[in-house]
């Protein structure tokens, strides 16, 4: 369905092209064309480009901690799904946030009791 459309769609172009032609709008003809190959030209550059950028972006390792295997943004700081370590993205791959050794932990406030 959707292939026999698209070749409805390409030889209805075609046949308007060549109607316009023959009526000696060559420079219509041309003007179309390329409006229909910016058309189609801009979503493939811009998909190219995205796919360019995030392979340069794109960041797959593994979790210093626990080895899960991960992917992130390069310059960029992550958390471990797995583990929930805090992870910094440097150098193409993952580095802790917090040196070995060191216990991240959050203090809590705990209310004295009143006796
Ligand atoms: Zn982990």
Redesign the pocket.
């Known amino acids: 369905m959707i292939q026999s459309d698209g070749w409805r769609f390409w030889l209805g172009w075609l046949a308007i092209l060549l109607v316009l032609s023959s009526l000696g709008l060559g420079w219509l003809v041309r003007g179309l064309s390329l409006l229909l190959l910016l058309v189609i030209l801009t979503p493939t550059l811009l998909t190219l480009g995205i796919r360019w950028w995030l392979g340069r972006n794109i960041v797959t390792g593994a979790?210093p901690?626990?080895g899960?295997g991960l992917q992130g943004l390069a310059n960029s700081q992550t958390q471990?799904p797995?583990?929930g370590?805090r992870l910094q993205v440097t150098g193409g791959k993952f580095t802790r946030l917090t040196p070995p050794g060191i216990v991240d932990v959050e203090a809590v406030e705990v209310p004295e009791s009143k006796n």
């Open positions: 979790c901690v626990c899960f471990c797995n583990c370590e």
